[in-house]
């Protein structure tokens, strides 16, 4: 990202929290958090289960590379995916498809052969949030069900039409023609993973990932004393990020703050329990990820600095080729080259 971009997300990440702290007032929570002993162990449990979340998705991701045919090292599959997780302060997380440019880098795989992985990883994480966050429908406002029911018809839908005839017609459009032979090889690669088998293999896998963000969100809440169901938890977790993935803020910053400190509102916790479950979950969640998404991003940016490196340095001790003067022979007493600077040169 530009300098720019991550000012606006420090500016983002800040009014954030400090909105959060002003709302359930900084003594109330500072106080909560003396009072809350068991709010440590509750804390590093929730970064267990995020790691849970993690590891789920990861093994969707190996699932999908081996649909497309892609055999590289799980090395560089685990670094690339890990890496990727910082990506998601990037806006409505497009920035994930450089995934698809480090493993084209480290494992030579094409980029339009990976970026369907990519792609299906971000639908399949929208149709699971949807179900998760409709389980309850019943505790939530109409409008708010309304709205996730319109996302998941609407996940559904593009992602027909992509691997449909449709997609083969708007690859014919004068704004994608440019691009026509890698985005048909892409548009292949989305048909072999949106088969229902693979689908349906997808959408548990990343329902499972997601619950384990709404178990966190419950046992910070249980480490606070209080008392929240985890089939209120899960779903409040989930209707928070598609608020935030909707308005395709970095990270969903802010929509996702303000929507699950208006839920757990709802659902009966007073603001400091609110501000504080949200604050802890989102760093348990969201900067836990992108944390340990830096260093891997940081180690890969090492790693391939140093391969290249290697590639174009020339080899220590190798003779270095003398420029011709020109209209001289490159070597030999030839062409009037005087004698003793031939034998001097051997």
Do not use: H
Request: glycine share 10%.
């Amino acid at each position: 990202m530009s300098g720019r971009n991550w000012l606006i997300l420090l500016l983002l990440t800040v009014a954030a929290f400090a909105g959060l702290l002003f709302y359930g007032d900084l003594r109330e929570v500072r106080g909560l958090v003396e009072d809350s002993p068991s709010l440590y162990p509750a804390f590093a449990a929730a970064l267990g289960l995020a790691v849970i979340n993690y590891a789920l998705r990861y093994v969707r991701w190996l699932m999908y590379l081996r649909a497309l045919g892609i055999r590289a090292p799980l090395t560089v599959t685990l670094w690339v995916f890990v890496g990727g997780l910082a990506l998601s302060i990037t806006p409505g997380k497009a920035g994930e498809l450089l995934k698809s440019v480090w493993l084209s880098r480290r494992a030579g795989v094409p980029v339009a052969t990976s970026a369907p992985a990519v792609v299906m990883e971000r639908l399949t994480d929208l149709v699971s949030v949807c179900l998760l966050g409709l389980t309850g429908a019943l505790l939530l406002p109409t409008t708010i069900a309304l709205v996730v029911v319109g996302i998941l018809a609407a996940v559904i839908v593009v992602g027909a039409l992509a691997a449909s005839r449709f997609g083969s017609a708007a690859l014919r459009l004068p704004v994608l023609r440019r691009w026509q032979e890698p985005l048909a090889e892409s548009r292949d690669g989305l048909r072999r993973l949106m088969t229902p088998r693979m689908l349906a293999a997808a959408v548990i896998l990343g329902g499972l990932a997601w619950a384990a963000e709404g178990l966190a969100l419950w046992i910070i809440i249980a480490g606070m004393g209080e008392d929240l169901s985890t089939l209120i938890a899960i779903p409040i977790s989930a209707v928070a990020a598609l608020v935030g993935a909707v308005t395709a803020l970095p990270g969903g910053l802010i929509g996702f703050e303000g929507s699950m400190v208006a839920l757990l509102r709802q659902s009966g916790l007073e603001a400091p329990e609110a501000a504080l479950a949200t604050l802890l979950t989102r760093l348990a969640t969201l900067w836990f990820a992108v944390l340990i998404g830096l260093l891997a991003w940081l180690w890969l940016s090492r790693t391939e600095s140093a391969r290249l490196s290697t590639e174009w340095a020339p080899a220590v001790g190798a003779p270095v080729a003398e420029a011709p003067i020109e209209g001289l022979p490159v070597d030999g007493p030839e062409a009037g080259a005087p004698a003793e600077i031939y034998a001097e040169r051997q």
